[in-house]
């Protein structure tokens, strides 16, 4: 069974920097996408970034791009998001997510995913 688990989620200053993690377990080949996506209370999840485990392709929504950079610790079956010169507009629940996927071009509907994990707080004062 697939399980992720976020962390490194907390509160920061206007231009600061967040590095969020996700482990995952379970996921026993390369033919998955994990998606960094967040929430807003009373907003659509939307996507932040995608990363694709058969080649390393990335993705990234237009919030993210010059800021956000996925990276991952095979090792230890660890993704990484991480964040810089965060805005106020980047408060919200993180989700890291799974979905078996065959090609680079990970989804961008959220909906798609089947894995979750249970999100991290990210808070960003002005």
């Known amino acids: 069974q697939v399980q992720l688990v976020e962390s490194g989620g907390g509160s920061v200053q206007a231009g600061g920097s967040l590095r969020l993690s996700c482990r995952t377990s379970g996921i026993t080949h390369s033919n998955y996408c994990i998606g960094w996506l967040r929430q807003v209370p009373g907003k659509e999840r939307e996507g932040v970034a995608s990363?694709?485990?058969?080649?390393?392709?990335?993705n990234y929504e237009d919030s993210a791009k010059g800021r956000f950079t996925v990276s991952q610790d095979n090792a230890k079956n660890t993704l990484y998001l991480q964040m810089h010169n965060l805005e106020p507009e980047d408060t919200a629940l993180y989700y890291c997510?799974?979905?078996?996927?065959?090609?680079?071009?990970?989804?961008?509907?959220?909906?798609?995913?089947?894995?979750w994990g249970q999100g991290t707080q990210v808070t960003v004062s002005s």
């Open positions: 990363f694709w485990l058969g080649d390393g392709s990335t």
């Open positions: 997510a799974a979905r078996y996927w065959v090609t680079r071009q990970c989804p961008k509907d959220s909906s798609l995913y089947t894995n």
